[in-house]
């Protein structure tokens, strides 16, 4: 009751501290290593036997943790503190008996070793003081305080023990007898008589370490230590017994920061445009002073508040417009393989140059139609007398084929006595199912065309009609090959009518095979249009390469000359460029006039100076059925017509190809196999066969396309 008294005290004082400064209250957790110590006197508990000479002293170690409040109660150097901890201060007390023992009739010296093991914990509040009375520290705290708290835990174990002789040696039992047990008198069990209430005061040192800038959080690493001062049994048995404590830990505490006022700043800032303006219609510069305006915005950072005020002001500066427009232009050449350089100068060589292209003889026709499809080139009779085969040569492959009508009635005109046959055909597919009256009439129709323009008498032309054809593209569902059956064959008696087309002529080729000019134009206001013009003078004829266009040009224009043979010179005049760009309003840039400079060598020259590279023939030469890679048929016609035409030194590149339809590496095998076929029936042991594959050489969407890929 003393104790409790004295913590009432302690309590009522604590107010007479309390000021009007600045609070600021933390709390937290803590946690320690409790290192105790007890002091003692007493043999035995009560209930519980013992007949040792009675305990001093104990030692133990444990754990002490629990919460805490503190409250500042004079300026910033006293604080008021408050902790819940629960501390475990369980200690072993030990002594030592000295007797004497008989050992073979002999009298030796003996110890009995008595142990008393407390387990004790206990529930506490801890009201405290903290003072920070050193200026050159004021984190570092001296703390003092009374402990107050309940037993939780009050178990105890003891033992008497043989220590000496240290390896033999029993105790008897009362009757005399040997217990053969080093043992006795070995208890366990709760403490009677323990004291409901433990008390005790505890002074430390600890010191503050800020773990953020605000330092709203703390780590103190803390020293305390606690002297018990009532006794752990409260019992006549027990003349003394308490327990002290060297606590070891720390804290973290979280502070509750009083809010403080900002300071307030003001700010003045001025900020003042220049706007240039190109204005049309004036001849000097001129000034105007802008109206100013501001605005106000607050800043707050941790402690200040800063109004800030900015002025604005736009003040412009007239300026006379001046509108520029330029352009560039560069001339490149781009050789047949990608290459681009500059073109400094366009070397174009003469060569003789024969051609051979076959002759699919297949006409092709829309879904459930029988009229011949615009693509082919038909003729009325006035224009079939004056049609020449002499005129194809500058037409493509594909283009040759859509002449095909007119090619076989200009032989038939030549071989009086040949004959055709019509094979009409459907696609056995959807609306052309079972049509075979679709199919007479699209022979029909090719048959009136050759007897009504080229004069062919009806009774040279047989017409049949069926279903699918005799060797059709499959599989028979697949949109591309319901195209390639809807046709009308044509087969002769005579092999000349459908032998492939065969023209000899002087062709010129260019290298580089192209021209590329490449535009670059700028306008102050925008583009109106440009103007690119590129000529050359070819006797009386000029040869001119024109584009135009409105708003930006762009980057690059192409003259191709492998595609447009027409268009390469056969003198040496220089093609002559220019570009011309027109603002929005009308200004103009015209740049500088430059040529391209070309070098020609004609067949005749080469001759004369004994070069053998003059002359290329170029066979296209066979066309194979889908899927096939055997010559059979026409093609071994072919294949002997050319035969004739190889040299000794001749340099023979065979190359094999397919349409797009079907797998890559399947074409690509396809191909190759192609080409080793017609590599063998030539017999042309050096030539280098190639299988290309798949490749876009003429219009894969049409069927004929895809023919002519084979």
Not at 609 to 615: C, K, N, P, Q, V
Request: hydrophobic share 35%; proline share 4%; net charge negative.
């Amino acid at each position: 009751m003393k104790n409790l008294s004295l913590l009432l005290i302690f309590f009522s004082f604590i107010p007479c501290f309390a000021t009007d400064s600045e609070a600021i209250m933390k709390f937290g957790v803590f946690g320690n290593a409790s290192i105790n110590s007890h002091s003692a006197d007493f043999s035995r508990i009560p209930d519980c036997p013992n007949c040792s000479p009675g305990f001093r002293t104990g030692s133990g170690l444990g754990l002490a943790f629990g919460g805490l409040f503190e409250y500042p109660i004079y300026e910033n150097w006293v604080d008021f503190g408050l902790r819940a901890v629960y501390q475990d201060f369980s200690a072993l007390l030990e002594a030592k008996e000295k007797t004497v023992i008989i050992d073979d009739n002999e009298l030796r010296q003996g110890e009995f070793t008595h142990t008393f093991d407390s387990k004790l914990a206990v529930f506490a509040f801890e009201p405290h003081v903290k003072l920070r009375p050193i200026n050159y520290l004021p984190y570092f705290n001296f703390s003092v305080g009374f402990n107050l708290g309940f037993l939780t835990k009050k178990e105890y174990s003891q033992k008497e023990e043989i220590t000496q002789p240290a390896d033999y040696g029993t105790f008897l039992n009362e009757d005399g007898s040997d217990s053969q047990s080093r043992i006795r008198n070995a208890f366990k069990g709760e403490l009677s008589n323990a004291s409901g209430l433990k008390a005790g005061v505890y002074f430390g040192v600890s010191y503050e370490l800020p773990l953020n800038a605000e330092r709203s959080l703390l780590l103190e690493p803390e020293v305390n230590y606690l002297l018990g001062l009532n006794n752990i049994v409260d019992n006549p048995l027990v003349n003394k017994w308490k327990s002290n404590s060297l606590r070891i830990g720390a804290a973290l505490k979280y502070a509750l920061l009083p809010k403080k006022e900002p300071v307030k700043q003001y700010e003045r800032l001025e900020q003042i445009d220049t706007l240039r303006i190109e204005t049309e219609g004036i001849e000097t510069i001129a000034f105007a002073s802008g109206i100013a305006t501001s605005t106000r915005e607050k800043i707050f950072s941790k402690d200040v508040e800063l109004l800030r005020e900015t002025f604005y002001r736009t003040d412009t500066i007239k300026i006379p417009v001046e509108y520029n427009v330029t352009a560039a232009v560069e001339a490149y050449g781009v050789t047949s393989d990608g290459k681009i350089g500059k073109a400094n100068e366009f070397l174009v060589e003469e060569f003789v140059s024969n051609r051979m292209d076959p002759l699919l003889n297949y006409i092709f026709f829309e879904d459930n139609s029988s009229a011949i499809p615009e693509r082919y080139e038909t003729l009325t009779s006035p224009s079939a007398e004056v049609f020449k085969l002499d005129s194809l040569y500058k037409k493509s492959t594909i283009d040759i084929y859509y002449n095909l009508l007119n090619i076989i009635g200009s032989r038939m005109s030549e071989f009086a006595k040949a004959k055709i046959t019509l094979s009409g055909y459907n696609s056995d597919f959807g609306n052309e199912k079972s049509r075979t009256d679709l199919s007479e009439q699209r022979a029909n129709n090719v048959k009136n065309y050759l007897v009504n323009s080229w004069g062919v008498s009806a009774n040279r032309i047989s017409v049949r009609k069926g279903n699918l054809p005799t060797n059709p593209s499959t599989p028979l569902d697949v949109p591309e090959k319901i195209a390639e059956n809807r046709r009308v064959e044509i087969t002769a008696d005579d092999y000349r009518i459908l032998e492939p087309v065969y023209i000899e002529n002087t062709q010129r080729y260019s290298t580089p095979s192209m021209a590329k000019f490449k535009l670059a134009a700028r306008a102050d206001r925008s583009i109106g249009k440009w103007e690119f013009t590129a000529h050359q003078q070819k006797g009386d004829e000029v040869i001119t390469f024109e584009r135009q266009g409105e708003a930006n040009p762009p980057n690059e224009l192409d003259w191709n000359f492998v595609n447009r043979e027409e268009t390469i010179s056969e003198l040496s005049e220089p093609i002559e460029y220019q570009f011309i760009v027109y603002d929005s309003k009308g200004k103009k840039y015209t740049t500088p006039r430059d040529k391209i400079v070309f070098k020609v060598v004609s067949v005749d020259e080469k001759k004369a100076a004994s070069t053998d590279d003059y002359r290329i023939d170029k066979y296209s030469l066979i066309l194979f059925d889908f899927d096939k890679s055997e010559i059979a048929g026409n093609n071994k016609e072919i294949v002997n017509f050319i035969k004739k035409k190889i040299k000794p030194d001749s340099s023979i590149e065979i190359k094999g190809y397919t349409d797009r339809t079907g797998e890559d590496d399947y074409n690509l095998k396809l191909s190759e196999r192609r080409a080793e076929q017609t590599k063998a029936a030539l017999g042309a042991k050096e030539a280098t066969a190639l299988g290309i594959g798949e490749i876009d050489l003429f219009d894969n969407d049409l069927p004929e396309g895809r023919f002519y890929c084979r």
